[in-house]
């Protein structure tokens, strides 16, 4: 599973250095692709697999399963590292992530996310957002601490 919190920087040529505990389980080969939230999502290849296999089964007479299909799809790119455990960011991912010099890697249970730092600041203010009212209705989702 990942987890954690890692603070890194985009060089000017699009390459990320991933942190080496994410890098030992993404493997060899795994995909990069838009994510909510305006982030870009990292998926090991096993988890993607699983992941369009359930876009698969959505049917192709619903708009919006359509739009969803398309927009995590149309945007993956297989990645691989290079020697120094770097990843290339299509400029197309990075311009969509807001994404020009910092960045943060969140490990996300199944996924990374990378976000531009300034993104991650908008959104994860947890200063802002009461985790005990947010916990509570999770609970009907089968969440419980």
Known sequence: MFRGEYSHSVD???RLIIP???REL???EFIVTRGLDGCLFVYPMNEWEEFEA???KLPLTDKNARA???FMTAGATSCEF???GRILL???LRA???IEKDVILAGLLSHIEIWSEERWKENNNYDEIDMDEVAAQLTDLGLSI
Do not use: I, M, N, Y
């Open 54 to 56: 359930k876009l698969k």
């Open 90 to 92: 299509p400029a197309t």
């Open 82 to 84: 290079d020697k120094q």
């Open 26 to 28: 993404l493997g060899e």
């Open 68 to 70: 969803f299909a398309r």
């Open 20 to 22: 080496s505990k994410f």
């Open 12 to 14: 000017p040529k699009g």
């Open 96 to 98: 969509f992530a807001g």
